[in-house]
C-alpha cells in the first residue's frame, strides 16, 4: 500500500517563513506524480492551492509556493499569515492517474 | 470556476449502497479539460481519495476500495455519482465531489453515516 507522509505538525511565527514536504514511499517524488496542495480549515471544504508541483490558482496568495525539494514535494509559505493556520495536504498520482493524499500537516502561526 | 454541490441521503445500513450524486454548474461535465473526483473525511482524520472520472467513461479507483466503487456521469443531467457498495461503519464520512488540477472546485461536502 503506498503511502505519502507529511509532517504531522509545525510552528511558525507571524511573518517567518515555513515549509512543508511530501513523501511518498515508492520513492522520490518528481514532476510526474503531479504534485498538488490543499489548505483546510476547521468545519470546511479544502481549497486548493498548487497544482503540477508549482502552478499556483487565481485565488492562491502570492507567499504560497510549491516546488520539488530532496526528493519530495514542498509547499513553502513565505510571510506567514495568522489566517494561514490550517491543516495542508499533498496529492501525488501514480501512473499519471491514481490520487493518494497524504497524512497531512497541522500548521500553527504562534 | 463550476461549482459542485453534493446531494445524497445522510444515513446509509450496514450492507447497502451508499449513492451520492454531484450536480455541476458553469461547466460541461463531458468536457475534456475536467477530471471529476470523490474524496471522503471521515471525522477527525484525513482526506481519501476515492477514484475519479475523465472524459466521461475513463475510470479510476482507489485500490482499496475498487471491489466496492464504481464512479458514473450522466451527461442529461450534467451530474455525476458515487455508488459505494455493502458499507459498514468504516464508511461513515462526509463525502465529497471535486474537480481536480487545472481547474479546481469542491463541493460543501455531505456527511454520510452508516448505521442501523
Known amino acids: 500500500q503506498t503511502v505519502v507522509t507529511q509532517e504531522p505538525s509545525l510552528t511558525v511565527s507571524p511573518g517567518g517563513t515555513v515549509t512543508l514536504t511530501c513523501a511518498s514511499s515508492?520513492?522520490?517524488?518528481?514532476?510526474?506524480?503531479?504534485p498538488n496542495w490543499f489548505q483546510q480549515k476547521p468545519g470546511q471544504a479544502p481549497t486548493a492551492l498548487i497544482y503540477?508541483?508549482?502552478n499556483k490558482y487565481s485565488w492562491t496568495p502570492a507567499r504560497f509556493s510549491g516546488s520539488l525539494l530532496g526528493g519530495k514535494a514542498a509547499l513553502t509559505l513565505s510571510g506567514v499569515q495568522p489566517e494561514d493556520e490550517a491543516e495542508y495536504y499533498c496529492?501525488?498520482?501514480?501512473?499519471?492517474?491514481?490520487?493518494?493524499f497524504g497524512t497531512g500537516t497541522k500548521v500553527t502561526v504562534l | 470556476q463550476v461549482q459542485l454541490q453534493e446531494s445524497g441521503p445522510g444515513l446509509v445500513k450496514p450492507s447497502q449502497t451508499l449513492s451520492l450524486t454531484c450536480i455541476v454548474s458553469?461547466?460541461?461535465?463531458?468536457?475534456?479539460?475536467?477530471?471529476w473526483n470523490w474524496i471522503r473525511q471521515p471525522a477527525g482524520k484525513g482526506l481519501e481519495w476515492i477514484g475519479r472520472?475523465?472524459?466521461?467513461?475513463?475510470?479510476t479507483y482507489n485500490p482499496s476500495l475498487e471491489s466496492r466503487v464504481a464512479i458514473s456521469v450522466d451527461t442529461s443531467k450534467n451530474q455525476f455519482s458515487l455508488t459505494l457498495r455493502s458499507v459498514t461503519a468504516a464508511d461513515t464520512a462526509v463525502y465529497y465531489c471535486?474537480?481536480?488540477?487545472?481547474?479546481?472546485?469542491w463541493g460543501q461536502g455531505t456527511l454520510v453515516t452508516v448505521s442501523s
Open positions: 503540477s508541483t508549482s
Open positions: 515508492t520513492g522520490a517524488v518528481t514532476s510526474s506524480y503531479y
Open positions: 472520472i475523465y472524459d466521461s467513461v475513463n475510470t
Open positions: 496529492l501525488l498520482y501514480y501512473g499519471g492517474a491514481r490520487g493518494v
Open positions: 471535486a474537480s481536480l488540477g487545472t481547474y479546481s472546485s
Open positions: 458553469g461547466g460541461s461535465i463531458s468536457s475534456d479539460i475536467y477530471y
